[in-house]
């Protein structure tokens, strides 16, 4: 699996998963068990993973509904992030 999109926003990723299983594409939330670790705190952020041979049509699924500039902040903030940190 590969990472889709990363943020702190539960309600998006609510919302991602209902159109992605709406599309009929499985998504897994990696680290939505950290805040019990971190104190719930909610500066860790989720990362919704798709399968690899889904990324293009899940990407498509989103800018559809709406989503591509939260694709886009993901992007630049994926940038920043050191090199072992990113997807």
Do not use: H
Not at 3 to 21: G, K, Q, W
Not at 22 to 48: N, T
């Amino acid at each position: 699996m590969v990472e889709l999109l990363r943020t702190n926003d539960l309600v998006l990723i609510s919302f991602i998963e209902a159109l992605l299983a709406g599309a009929g594409i499985e998504c897994f939330v990696a680290d939505q068990y950290m805040s019990a670790v971190e104190g719930s705190l909610g500066f860790l952020p989720r990362r919704i993973l798709v399968a690899e041979r889904e990324m293009t049509r899940a990407r498509q699924v989103l800018r559809d509904a709406g989503l591509e500039e939260e694709l886009k902040r993901d992007e630049r903030e994926a940038r920043r992030r050191p090199a072992f940190q990113r997807g």
